[in-house]
């Protein structure tokens, strides 16, 4: 496995796999939106151990890419979670980003039983045959047993949070809502109210009230995919469960804005949004 360090700690038995599509990460980035790759953050991997690991769940194993720092025992743990594109540069990315603060970073590919989202260049075609076809009884079960992972491999059980984008922040709110085991949570973007299915049965919205652990939201007020109200009324209902919701809005941001392989990248508020979500982890002992 390639790795600045090949700790024992990344390195797992490989196991049967069996209906997956995808059985390794793609490489590069994603083919499904417009990008502006030269733009894009390259963090490096001086120090840190990293590269793709396989996540044993029920019906096989998942690929994904974990980076950690070198020779550090038992540090904290961040799931990261996915855009619609799949685990692809920009998410390995935000991983060497978190291994450099001294986290164990881990993004499953939550996608692999579905398709190739390697191969995949039409955005609505992933959300139609793919987004929407995904059981989020199957995505809770996949982040969980990687939150397993995490700790077989000397992850700190004491010391573990989510991290997503977009689809991403959509089930960081799921996650907090179901897994005790978090002590954070931070949602990029995360669409809180859409169409429900009987594989997608409830939204965030409806199981605010069920939150585990204290959650940061982070908008676009010029992000016109994402109602304002539905994230207001999130938030009002957690705290009136007595759960601890925090949203912020950056007004000059459009969906997306952490995204800077995109043109709708913001520069600005990236930076802002991104101390503010590390400030976070820290408040909730994630450090």
């Given amino acids: 496995m390639p ?44 120090g840190l151990s990293v590269g793709e690991v396989q996540i044993p769940v029920a019906d096989g194993n998942l690929p994904a890419y974990a980076a950690r720092p070198a020779g550090v025992a038992n540090p904290p743990v961040v799931i990261v979670i996915e855009e619609i594109f799949g685990v692809h540069e920009y998410i390995k990315d935000v991983c060497r980003r978190l291994a450099k603060l001294g986290y164990l970073a881990v993004a499953p590919e939550l996608y692999a039983r579905l398709a190739d989202l390697s191969t995949m260049s039409d955005s609505a075609q992933i959300m139609r045959d793919v987004i929407l076809k995904a059981p989020d009884a199957t995505m809770l079960a996949d982040l969980s047993a990687t939150v397993d992972w995490a700790v077989a491999h000397h992850g700190d059980s004491s010391r573990v ?38 594989i997608q049965p409830q939204t965030p919205l409806d199981l605010a009230g069920q939150l585990k652990c204290p959650l940061l ?22 705290q009136v469960a007595g759960k601890t919701v925090e949203i912020v809005y ?38």
Avoid at 217 to 236: E, F, T
Avoid at 251 to 270: L, M, Q, T, V
């Fill in 3 to 46: 790795s600045a360090d090949r700790s024992p700690h990344l390195e797992r038995p490989q196991l049967g796999r069996r209906g997956f599509v995808m059985t390794s990460l793609m490489t590069g980035f994603t083919l499904a939106t417009t990008r502006a790759e030269a733009a894009a953050i390259h963090t490096d991997s001086v």
């Fill in 161 to 198: 949070a989510t991290l997503g984008f977009c689809r991403g922040g959509r089930d960081v709110w799921l996650f907090a809502e179901k897994d005790a085991r978090l002590k954070a949570a931070v949602a990029f973007y995360g669409p809180v109210a859409s169409p429900t299915s009987a």
């Fill in 217 to 238: 939201g982070l908008y676009g007020g010029r992000d016109q995919s994402i109602a304002p109200a539905d994230v207001h009324a999130a938030q009002a209902k957690a």
């Fill in 250 to 287: 950056y007004p000059d941001a459009g969906h997306g804005f952490h995204a800077d392989y995109r043109p709708s990248y913001n520069a600005a508020d990236a930076q802002a949004a991104w101390a503010r979500a590390i400030a976070w982890l820290r408040e909730y002992d994630v450090a």
